[in-house]
Each structure stands twice: as structure tokens, then as C-alpha cells.
């Protein structure tokens, strides 16, 4: 038998052994993949039987359970003057935005006007 047989034959065994080692750690990861699939099934089944309780609880639960009404009232005024606030911010950066257009806009009638008025030499 010569090295080239020898070397081939341990290539084929090493390929064999590899090969089946293979085949059995990609079964044992598929029953492992399905088990996990049906645990997370069941996770996310009761997750949403959970979430089905919390809301249909929230649907029957009303604001004036947990607070009076002078609570009610201050708690939607302090949302409302912050809604007002960052209106208010957003308005005034359209405003300098609109202001800084408008100041563009002028400078190139500006700019021909000068050219108009000023006496240049004429070159030949």
C-alpha cells in the first residue's frame, strides 16, 4: 500500500466519521429547535391570553377609580400646557426658518440693484 492509499483511506474515514457526527448533532438540533419552537409557542399563547385580561380590565376600569377630580383636571392641564409649549417652540422655528427664506429671497434683487447703480469702467 502506498502513502497516497494510506492518506486517502484516512480522508475517507475522517470524512465518514465527520460526515455521521454531523448528521447526528443536526437531528439532536432539530428535536431541540422544535422543542423550543412549542415552549415559545406556549410563551407567546399565554402572553396574549395575559395581555387579552389587562386589556379588557383597562376597558372596563375608568380615570375616576384612581383619581378625584381636581387630579383629573390638573393632570390634563399639565399635559395640554406642554402640548402648548412645544407647539409654541416648533411655531417659532418655522417662524425664523419662513424669516431666513424671506431674507434670501431679497439679496439677489439687492445684488442686481447695486450692479445697476454703480458705475462701472467699461473694458475693451
Do not use: W
Not at 33 to 42: A, G, L, M
Amino acid at each position: 500500500m502506498t502513502v497516497y492509499e494510506e492518506h486517502k483511506e484516512i480522508v475517507q474515514k475522517i470524512s465518514r466519521e465527520g460526515l455521521y457526527s454531523s448528521q447526528v448533532l443536526l437531528s439532536k438540533t432539530y428535536v431541540d429547535y422544535k422543542i423550543c419552537q412549542n415552549k415559545t409557542d406556549s410563551i407567546s399563547s399565554e402572553m396574549i391570553r395575559e395581555l387579552q385580561k389587562v386589556k379588557d380590565y383597562l376597558n372596563i376600569v375608568t380615570i375616576n377609580e384612581f383619581m378625584s377630580t381636581e387630579e383629573v383636571v390638573m393632570l390634563l392641564l399639565d399635559i395640554s400646557q406642554k402640548q402648548t409649549a412645544s407647539m409654541n417652540e416648533h411655531l417659532s422655528k418655522i417662524k425664523i426658518f419662513d424669516k431666513s427664506q424671506h431674507k434670501s429671497a431679497l439679496k439677489p434683487v439687492q445684488f442686481i440693484r447695486s450692479i445697476k447703480k454703480t458705475n462701472f469702467p467699461i473694458l475693451r
